[in-house]
Structures are given as structure tokens and as C-alpha cells.
Nanobody, 119 residues
Framework: QVRLVESGGGLLQAGGSLRLSCAAS????????MGWFRQAPGKEREFVAR????????YYADSVKGRFTISRDNAKNTVYLQMNSLKPEDTAVYFC????????????WGQGTQVTVSS
């Protein structure tokens, strides 16, 4: 059973940095795509970034490109989201998600971690 556990959220001022972690367990993830999504109050959940576990290719939403970096640590089965130059509009609950490369939708989700950026 795949399990994803996020950590690293918090409260910080605009311009600051934060690193989120997503610990994955319950499967061999070499054929997975891992993603980060976020949901702000009153808004729909939106895609932030994704990484292919094999090869490490990445893709970002335009709103975070150049500020956020997604990475993975194979030895620790952990995916990271390094967030720099944070803005108040980055405030949201951030979710880690996973899918097999052959799947079109993300099947596995973490419980989410809150990120609040004050102005």
C-alpha cells in the first residue's frame, strides 16, 4: 500500500524560503511520477510541479517556475519541494501525489501540509 507523508510546512514572511518533504513508502517508485499540488482557501487544487522518479525530469507551473525546485532522493524514497522567494499568494495546503508513469491521473495522495506566507 502506497503511503505519502508530507512535512515541512509552516508560517513565514514573504521573500522567505521553505522546503517541503514527501516520504514515500509501500512500493518501488522507479516507475512513478511524483507531483506537488496546492489548494488555497476557496480555490481549486492546482498543479505545482512534478518529477519523474526515473531520470529526474521535471515540470513546473508557470506561477512557480524559477522560484520552486522539485527533487528526489532515491536512497530515502523522498521527494522535496524547495520554495524560494515565497509570496502571500503561495499560501495553501500543499499535497504530495504519486502515479505510475502509465497512469493518467494521480492515484496516491498525502494528507497535506499548510504553508502560510504573510506580507
Amino acid at each position: 500500500q502506497v503511503r505519502l507523508v508530507e512535512s515541512g510546512g509552516g508560517l513565514l514572511q514573504a521573500g522567505g524560503s521553505l522546503r517541503l518533504s514527501c516520504a514515500a513508502s509501500g512500493s518501488t517508485f522507479s516507475s512513478y511520477v511524483m507531483g506537488w499540488f496546492r489548494q488555497a482557501p476557496g480555490k481549486e487544487r492546482e498543479f505545482v510541479a512534478r518529477i519523474r522518479w526515473s531520470g529526474g525530469s521535471t515540470y513546473y507551473a508557470d506561477s512557480v517556475k524559477g522560484r520552486f525546485t522539485i527533487s528526489r532522493d532515491n536512497a530515502k524514497n523522498t521527494v522535496y519541494l524547495q520554495m524560494n522567494s515565497l509570496k502571500p499568494e503561495d499560501t495553501a495546503v500543499y499535497f504530495c501525489a504519486g502515479r505510475r508513469e502509465t497512469d493518467s491521473t494521480y492515484r496516491y495522495w498525502g494528507q497535506g501540509t499548510q504553508v502560510t506566507v504573510s506580507s
